[in-house]
């Protein structure tokens, strides 16, 4: 009886053993078949010694042997169909079929291992009892894999434990019912033969039993380190998760699948002003401003479908104040199912509020220079082509079009053909530096113009144009020049003032509208003398103008003529004209000696000069605020970026060494998951700098080193640079150039292979599968034509005038991204004197093209290949003291970790600057490392009290900051650091710089 119980408890647990192999087969993406493989031989080796301890306690008085034929056989065939039952179980979850299969298995090997014994005896078979272990065993091995497949779901540990009982009892009952059914009917001449009995069949029994218990729990503890293992992982990761979640600087929030919030980290609860009672499980759309919540919702459902989208929305705060904040939500996906949705909220009110000052500021000035009679005008240089930035007044509608249809033309579309040659002469003087009046028509308008060139730092940036319609004088001067018959008739028509003066200074003759401008009767007029004028007469700068100061009285003194000399008038104490009046001696006329005097009323043009002169002050200190605001987004970029730096600095530095020490330490796929871990760091790190670069360009502080550089070289980098991310998405490039013969343009080469780099990556992002994105190469004349198309998703008509604006992104591309690269792109060409462009067919692809100018000179550029290798430089050997100032505890410990394989480097660490120079003048180091941001003083004001000690001048100063601005670098170089290394460091990198400060100092 105890080898029967025996017997039991081994089939039991070599059911469990095998169940719990079992349950671990579907912990990745895909099936284990090595799990599957140890469950099916726990399961094979507990039925084939369950069948074995149970003959071997049964005592027949007969001479036993077996058949090793068919033992192997059944030994085979159990393992074989336990496999395959396992195998359906994994894949496919077919439970019926995977229980079949099993019972079936033990079934046949139960059978054939009976027919494998080989007795002096006849065996008789009762087929009741043989069908009703079939039945049992077929039945509680279905029964048994469902109600495992029960504990699976519901993560039931006791569950398990029974459908092994259950599996077990099943495979015992097939054994013993059928062994019940089983008759032996002995020989008469066989009685005798008691002496041939097995006399060790319950030790051997035993025996078996060990072996097969020992090694099923053997498996059982292999199976309860990995679960072990795994845990200790899960709990990693999981902390890695919350930390991120909590210390994000943006409102991070997760919503389950009914819309409602379940968890929100400490910045949301202190930007919304909800207690972390109040937050939980409330509708996540109640944060938001009530006539945005059919817009959220929609957004909402969208994210549950499986997309990730980017709005701007409004949240409403507990005191009722509203917080306009970036949304970005993407689904929370398990296994493949979706559970919820992760949501970033980033603060942008400052600039929403910031943008929304400035577009009113200059609707206002667009509306107050409308209003004037003749045109303001502004025009900008490129490309040897004059392009039209503003133009406005009330002249343009006279002219027939609007300031939309001029802004973003070029001089030569505008002006008629007739006339461009001589409007460009005087817009080309402009742009040299001189003041320009000039007249000219347009559609049958006279007018007067006048270009004042802006400039800055010496250079010309813009022009400043007024013109007024002179079309009435024009046509005065005309019809005078045409007739003296006319003489009269002229004069009575003529939009100036004109009077003859006589030796004497009395008025001879004068026109109707000289005694206009002055408001007075044309008899009243005649009786002026302008040596007795009674009227206040003053300068432009005020000053009251002396009697032989006014044209007409000068002239008539001196024959000297005066042109344009402008007079203020008072006519009245509250009212004021300004005249410009030209006077001309007529001392060789046939008929009179005197003066002629032509005089303008110029009080409209002083009143646009004036609001012209207002209107350049707001436009100045519109300028300024610009500028605040571009050096207060600048600061926050810098902010942003350092505070991004800092932690990025432990992740990509940890990465590294754990990669470098991987093969030793650690599994493929841990590997593999600090391979994603680097990769993505590098690309936040890539993020980062882009937007660096687009804000240097918007402030004009990104240098250019415009130099020959050869396109088939570079295009043939950018290709080998791109071809591994194209082969994973199965993707040809391809490149066609129109000529064999290499071609260089004027550009910068570091700044051009980024433009290429960040095209490629657009159209490799967006291709289909098994497509080409082809680089086409157009030759032409003065420039070259670079062509990037793909054979994509396409973009719509709509969005291609948004395409290359800063953080834009499509509303039909679902890619990540932020929406940089293009505006980069865009910004880069434009600095460089080129040009670019987009045309796009939804559904069919897209093509982008930029335009350089070719270059003179044949010499070639070379461009640096990027080396990511780690810890490949000359070792360290020498005994090295390296002092590292340094505050932050995460950068000590990451510093620590990088110098932890090289026993000759002594590494001293000082919290703060003070105790830093107290630590080096103690230690004299043979390198010192400095963080720019110490508690106490700067790394600036630590390098000069260090330069003031003589005796330690000597020794290396190199800066770690994550402050990646120029500015801050060049302040650190110039005060005495000799090298500057921006965080995140690339150790492979740094290593050699400290290899090569310290060679040069040695």
């Known amino acids: 009886m105890f080898t029967v119980v025996l017997s039991i408890v081994v089939s039991v647990m070599s059911a469990y053993t095998a169940l719990d192999m079992l349950e671990r087969t579907n912990r990745g993406e895909s099936v284990s078949y090595r799990w599957i493989s140890m469950s099916a031989f726990s399961m094979g080796m507990g039925v084939w010694s369950l069948h074995f301890i149970g003959m071997l306690s049964v005592y027949m008085p007969v001479h036993l042997k077996f058949n090793h034929e068919l033992t192997l056989l059944s030994f085979i065939i159990t393992l074989a169909g336990a496999f395959v039952a396992f195998l359906a179980y994994a894949k496919f979850k077919k439970t019926v079929y995977a229980g079949l299969m099993l019972g079936s298995s033990v079934v046949i090997a139960h059978y054939i291992a009976i027919a494998a014994i080989q007795i002096d005896a006849e065996i008789h078979y009762d087929i009741v009892s043989i069908s009703f272990s079939i039945i049992i065993g077929l039945l509680l091995a279905i029964y048994a894999l469902r109600l495992f497949e029960t504990q699976r779901s519901q993560h039931h540990k006791m569950i398990k434990l029974f459908s092994a009982i259950i599996l077990g009892s099943g495979i015992s009952g097939i054994h013993y019912i059928g062994i019940a059914g089983v008759t032996v009917t002995e020989s008469v001449y066989l009685q005798g033969r008691f002496e041939q009995f097995v006399p060790y069949q319950e030790s051997f029994a035993n025996l078996l039993a060990s072996v097969t218990v020992t090694l099923l729990i053997l498996f059982l503890l292999v199976a309860a380190f990995k679960k072990h293992s795994e845990a200790q992982a899960s709990m990693l990761k999981e902390a890695s998760y919350q930390s991120l979640f909590n210390y994000n600087p943006d409102i991070v929030c997760s919503v389950n699948l009914n819309g409602y919030i379940d968890a929100m980290n400490t910045k949301g609860r202190d930007a919304t002003d909800y207690m972390i009672h109040d937050v939980a499980n409330i509708p996540f759309s109640s944060l938001f401003k009530t006539d945005e919540h059919d817009q959220i919702a929609s957004f909402f459902q969208q994210s549950l479908a499986g997309k990730a989208v980017s709005y701007e929305a409004t949240i409403v705060k507990q005191a009722g104040k509203e917080l306009y904040v970036e949304v970005t939500q993407m689904p929370i996906i398990v296994g493949g199912v979706i559970h919820g949705v992760y949501v970033i909220a980033k603060d942008i009110t400052n600039q929403k509020r910031a943008q929304e000052r400035l577009h009113m500021l200059q609707e206002e000035l667009k509306l107050t220079l409308a209003q004037q009679d003749g045109i303001i005008l502004k025009l900008v240089k490129r490309n040897e082509q004059f392009i039209y930035t503003m133009c406005e007044g009330k002249l343009m509608k006279r002219l027939g079009c609007q300031c939309s249809d001029v802004v973003g033309l070029t001089l030569n579309e505008i002006s008629l053909k007739t006339e461009s040659k001589v409007k460009l002469f005087e817009y080309e003087k402009a742009w040299s530096g001189q003041e320009v009046w000039f007249e000219g028509v347009m559609k049958d308008i006279n007018y007067y113009a006048k270009l004042t060139p802006i400039k800055k730092d010496g250079q010309v940036i813009e022009i400043i144009g007024t013109v007024t319609d002179i079309t009435g004088l024009y046509m005065a001067q005309e019809q005078l020049a045409k007739s003296e018959s006319m003489y009269r008739s002229v004069l009575s028509t003529m939009t100036e003032g004109l009077v003859f ?74 009212k004021l004209i300004w005249l410009s009046i030209n006077a001309q001696p007529l001392s060789q006329s046939d008929y009179y000696e005197g003066v002629v005097v032509t005089f303008t009323d ?35 970029l810098s902010k942003v970026s350092h505070e991004l730096r800092t932690p990025l600095n432990s992740i990509l530095g940890y990465a590294q060494i754990l990669a470098d020490q991987g093969n030793e330490h650690l599994s493929p796929k841990q590997l593999e998951r600090i391979d994603k871990i680097s990769t993505a760091g590098k690309h936040l790190l890539h993020l980062i700098n882009e937007t660096l670069d687009l804000s240097k360009i918007e402030a004009g502080h990104l240098a250019l080193n415009i130099q020959p550089v050869s396109i088939n070289k570079a295009i043939e980098e950018a290709i080998k640079t791109m071809k591994p991310l194209a082969e994973n998405r199965y993707l040809f490039l391809k490149v ?64 291609l005038h948004n395409i290359f604006e800063p953080f834009y992104r499509s509303h039909t591309l679902v890619k990540e991204g932020t929406g940089i690269g293009l505006a980069l792109v865009k910004q880069l060409v434009t600095l460089m004197n080129g040009t670019y462009g987009v045309s796009s067919t939804e559904g069919k692809g897209s093509t982008f093209w930029v335009t350089f100018p070719k270059s003179k000179s044949k010499q070639k550029a070379s461009i640096k290949a990027d080396n990511d290798s780690v810890y490949q430089h000359k070792a360290l050997t020498d005994v090295v003291d390296l002092v590292y100032v340094e505050d932050n505890d995460e950068n000590v410990e990451l510093m620590r970790a990088v110098f932890a394989k090289y026993g000759a480097i002594k590494l001293h660490v000082a919290k703060n600057g003070l105790s830093g120079l107290e630590l080096i003048r103690t230690v004299r180091p043979h390198l010192i490392l ?9 790394g600036v004001e630590l390098c000069k009290k260090i330069k003031e000690h003589t005796d330690l001048t000597q020794i290396p100063l190199i800066a770690i900051s994550a402050n990646a601005m120029q500015q801050d670098i060049d302040k650190a170089l110039v005060s005495g650091f000799e090298e500057y290394v921006t965080k995140p460091i690339h150790i492979e990198s740094f290593f050699l710089l400290l290899q090569r400060i310290l060679d040069k100092k040695v």
């Not at 207002?614 to 300028?623: D, G, H, M, S, W």
């Open 602 to 636: 110029i009080t409209k043009q002083r009143q646009q000069e004036s609001e012209l002169i207002r209107f350049n002050q707001e436009l100045t200190l519109a300028k300024e605020e610009a500028e605040k605001a571009n050096k207060a987004k600048t600061d926050f």
């Open 736 to 799: 066609y150039s129109e000529t064999n013969q290499d071609v260089f343009i004027e550009v910068d080469e570091l700044r051009f292979q980024q433009i290429l780099l960040n095209l490629l990556t657009n159209a490799v992002k967006y291709s289909h599968p098994h497509k080409e994105v082809k680089v086409r190469v157009i030759n032409h004349d003065h420039d070259v034509i670079i062509r990037v198309s793909d054979e994509g998703v396409g973009i719509a008509e709509s969005e």
């Open 930 to 938: 400095i963080d720019m941001d110490l508690p106490d003083i700067t």
């Open 501 to 574: 003066h006589d030796k004497q200074g009395e008025i001879v003759v004068a026109n109707q509208h000289a005694a206009n401008i002055l408001e007075m009767t044309y008899e009243d007029f005649l009786k002026l003398n302008p040596t007795e004028l009674e009227w206040e007469v003053i300068h432009p700068d005020g000053r009251s103008f002396e009697e032989e100061e006014i044209p007409s009285v000068k002239c008539l003194r001196t024959g000297q003529s005066s042109k344009n000399v402008v007079m203020g008038i008072h006519l009245t104490e509250k």
